[in-house]
């Protein structure tokens, strides 16, 4: 049995909760899941083979929780590439979900502005990514189970999702931006040539999670959606960067985030697409 099968059937010791929609909360973002009517939450290291998140501002376990009706798993905490983990560790959270049941996966995360104009506390609604200066998770031999071995990504954001998402903050009074994320692996803050260089290329925020996620929830057919919380200038364009800042403004704006992500799943569920 493979690694994937193994982690689920040992989730499926633990619950028969069978979630609709996955969010997966960022770096100091965290503070969500503790405010959900938990209905059960799993561990990540209650799980075997799981790989458990060691990076600070995150959590690891999954919360299973219905939010305005629709039952919703929450990572709290997510594992990432510079923890040195391979690509394919990185999203097995994500796999475990898909055949958990999902099928929508709304990711969130804390990223660096480039895109002009923007402050630390604003939020961008994710358009596209640039993902390409990390390896991609699907290398290895192809999970036929779950998806094709050349997936196609010309449209990893869910064009019905970004649009109810965006009517959402519209309605909640939320400045929403949107534009493209690109991930590096860090777990340096990038230099300010590499913000030009990113800048040049179409990048309007850069973070260390989320394009691989959005990779391997494609491939395997879940429909994807994403807001980033612009928790600081990136490099060169404000500041010195430090986690403890991303934290910080991550915590400020949480409330908001919370508001956006919760009407939004309730704007999901009265359009029908849930
Ligand atoms: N760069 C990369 N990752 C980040 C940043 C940044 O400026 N801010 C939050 N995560």
């Known amino acids: ?16 909760f069978t979630p609709k929609i996955g969010i997966v909360l960022g770096s100091g973002l965290g503070g969500y899941g503790d405010k959900l009517n938990a209905e059960t939450s799993v561990l990540y290291s209650e799980l075997e083979d799981f790989p458990v998140s060691t990076a ?19 990572m ?20 475990l979900m898909k055949l ?3 099928e929508i996966l709304f990711l969130t995360n804390a990223s660096g502005g480039i895109q002009d104009g923007m402050k630390a506390g604003d939020f961008m609604l994710l358009e596209d990514q640039i993902s390409c200066f990390a390896p991609s998770p699907l290398i290895g031999e192809n999970l036929d189970g779950l998806g ?14 970004r649009k109810l998402i965006a009517e959402t903050a519209a309605k909640d009074g939320i400045d929403l931006k949107r534009g493209v994320y690109a991930q ?25 999670s989320t394009a691989c996620e959005a990779i391997a929830a494609r491939h395997a057919g879940v ?15 404000g500041g010195l ?34």
């Open 1 to 16: 049995m493979n690694r994937l099968n193994k982690c689920y059937e040992s989730l499926r010791k633990k619950t028969d």
């Open 56 to 74: 600070p501002g995150h959590m690891g376990r999954f919360i299973f929780a219905h939010v305005d009706g629709v039952p919703t798993v929450v």
């Open 76 to 95: 709290q905490g997510r594992v990432h590439y510079y923890e040195g983990y391979s690509m394919q560790e990185v999203v097995m959270p994500i796999r």
């Open 100 to 102: 958990m049941g999902i």
């Open 148 to 161: 094709v071995r050349f997936p196609d990504m010309s449209k990893i954001y869910d064009e019905e999702l």
């Open 184 to 208: 590096l692996t860090g777990p340096q803050f990038e230099s300010p040539a590499e913000i030009r260089m990113l800048k040049t290329m179409g990048a309007d925020a850069v973070g260390m």
């Open 223 to 237: 429909r994807v959606c994403g807001v980033s919380c612009i928790s600081n200038l990136a490099a060169g364009l």
């Open 241 to 274: 960067l430090s986690s403890e800042d991303v934290n910080e403004t991550a915590d400020r704006v949480g409330g908001t985030f919370e508001t956006l992500v919760k009407d939004s799943i309730k704007a999901f569920a009265a359009a029908g697409e849930i």
